[in-house]
C-alpha cells in the first residue's frame, strides 16, 4: 500500500483529482461549482500540486452522494492509481454524512493510498492531528442539513395548515402564484398536456411506456402524475397509513373529473401484477443485502403474475440493464449453490 502524507508539509508533487458537489443540478450559490473550483485552484498552486485533469462531479444530496454512480466511479479510479489526493472545494461539498466519510476514508480511500482534502478547511484525512477537525466538520455539516430537513417539513406542515398547500415543486399542469403565499394554482398554459396522459392512459390498451414514447416524458414521471390526487382536486400531506387528504381550491371542477379519475384506478389496478396480500410463508433470504454495482439498493417488489417473487432496480443505470425487475430465483440459485458447498471443519 502506498504511503499516505501525514501532513500538508508531505504532499508537494502528488496528483490530485477534483471532487465537486451540488446539491442539485443547475445550484450556483457562493458554493456553486466554479466557487469550489477556485478553491482547489489556489491549493493545487499554493502547494505545488500536479493537476490530472479528473473532475468527478455530482448533482446530489450530500446526505446520499455515498451511494451515486460518481462516487463509485472516483472510487474506482482511486484504486486504480489514478490519483493521490481527491479535493474537496469546501468541507460541505463532500458529503454531508459523518459515518459514510469514515467508511469511505477508512475502507476505500486510505487502502488504495489516496486522502481526502477539504481546502477551505486546510483537513487532510490521513494527518493524525486532523482527525478530530475532520469528525467535527463532517459531524456538523451532518447537522445542518438535520436540521434544515426539521425546518422544511415544519413549513410544509404550516403550508398546508394555513393555506392548504401541500408545498414542493408543482406538477406539470400547475405553477405557483408569483406573490406570497406562492400557492399552487391551475397552470392553463400546460395543464391540457396532463390531462391528455389521464384520457390516452384511461383508454386501457397501451402501457405507460407506450405514453411516454409518445408524449415525449419518462414512464416513471407518468406513473407519478396518474397517481397524483392534485389533478383531481385533493392536496395530501404525507403517504401511506399517515396520508391526510384536504379538498384543494379546483375541486369543484378539477382538471381530471372524479370519471376520469376512476377509470385510470381501474386501469392502474387491472395491470398491477402481485398487487395483492403477501404470501405469509414467504421467506426473502436476501432481503435487504442486495446492491447494484452503481450503489442503488435493490427492494422487494412484490410478485410477477405467476407469484414468483421479484426485486426492483430503483432508478435507470447502464451496469443494470433495461428489464427493472427480476425474480428472486436470479440471486438465490446461485448463492444457495454456494451455500451448499460450504463445508464445515471442526
Known amino acids: 500500500m502506498k504511503r499516505l502524507p501525514r501532513s500538508l508539509d508531505e504532499i508537494r508533487g502528488l496528483r490530485v483529482a ?7 443540478a443547475g445550484q450556483y450559490d457562493r458554493y456553486g461549482p466554479a466557487s469550489q473550483r477556485e478553491q482547489q485552484d489556489r491549493f493545487i498552486e499554493r502547494h505545488g500540486l500536479v493537476d490530472t485533469g479528473l473532475v468527478f462531479q455530482v448533482a446530489q444530496s450530500g446526505t446520499t452522494v455515498w451511494r451515486s454512480p460518481t462516487m463509485n466511479e472516483m472510487l474506482a479510479a482511486a484504486k486504480a492509481g489514478a490519483f493521490d489526493l481527491i479535493l474537496a472545494g469546501y468541507s460541505d461539498r463532500w458529503q ?53 430537513a426539521e425546518r422544511v417539513t415544519d413549513g410544509y406542515a404550516a403550508k398546508f395548515d394555513r393555506h392548504g398547500d401541500q408545498a414542493g415543486n408543482p406538477p406539470l399542469g400547475f405553477q405557483r402564484l408569483a406573490e406570497p403565499p406562492y400557492t399552487l394554482e391551475v397552470d392553463p398554459a400546460t395543464i391540457d398536456h396532463a390531462i391528455a396522459l389521464f384520457e390516452r392512459y384511461a383508454v386501457g390498451t397501451i402501457s405507460i411506456e407506450q405514453v411516454g414514447r409518445e ?39 378539477p382538471p381530471v373529473s372524479d370519471e376520469l379519475w376512476a377509470r385510470v384506478e381501474d386501469v392502474r389496478r387491472s395491470k398491477t401484477q402481485g398487487g395483492g396480500p403477501r404470501r405469509s410463508g414467504h421467506l426473502d433470504l436476501l432481503g435487504g443485502l442486495l446492491e447494484c454495482v452503481c450503489g442503488r439498493r435493490l427492494r422487494s417488489d412484490g410478485t410477477f403474475g405467476d407469484g414468483r417473487h421479484r426485486k426492483l432496480h430503483p432508478g435507470p443505470c447502464d451496469a443494470w440493464g433495461p428489464q427493472a425487475r427480476y425474480g ?5 440459485v446461485p448463492v444457495l449453490a454456494q451455500v451448499a458447498g460450504l463445508t464445515l471443519d471442526d
Not at 487502502?111 to 477551505?120: E, I, K, R
Request: aromatic content about 6%.
Open 96 to 148: 454531508r454524512n459523518l459515518r459514510r466519510t469514515l467508511e469511505l476514508l477508512e475502507d476505500h480511500l486510505h487502502p488504495a493510498g489516496v486522502a481526502l482534502v477539504m481546502c477551505d478547511r486546510r483537513i487532510l484525512s490521513s494527518d493524525p492531528h486532523d482527525r478530530d477537525e475532520l469528525v467535527a466538520e463532517s459531524a456538523a455539516a451532518e447537522r445542518y442539513t438535520l436540521r434544515l
Open 18 to 24: 477534483r471532487w465537486i458537489r451540488e446539491s442539485t
Open 215 to 253: 408524449s415525449g416524458l419518462e414512464p416513471d414521471r407518468i406513473r407519478y402524475i396518474l397517481r397524483n390526487p392534485l389533478y383531481n382536486g385533493w392536496i395530501r400531506r404525507h403517504r401511506g397509513a399517515g396520508e391526510t387528504r384536504r379538498p384543494a381550491a379546483w375541486r369543484s371542477n
Open 328 to 332: 428472486d430465483e436470479t440471486w438465490e
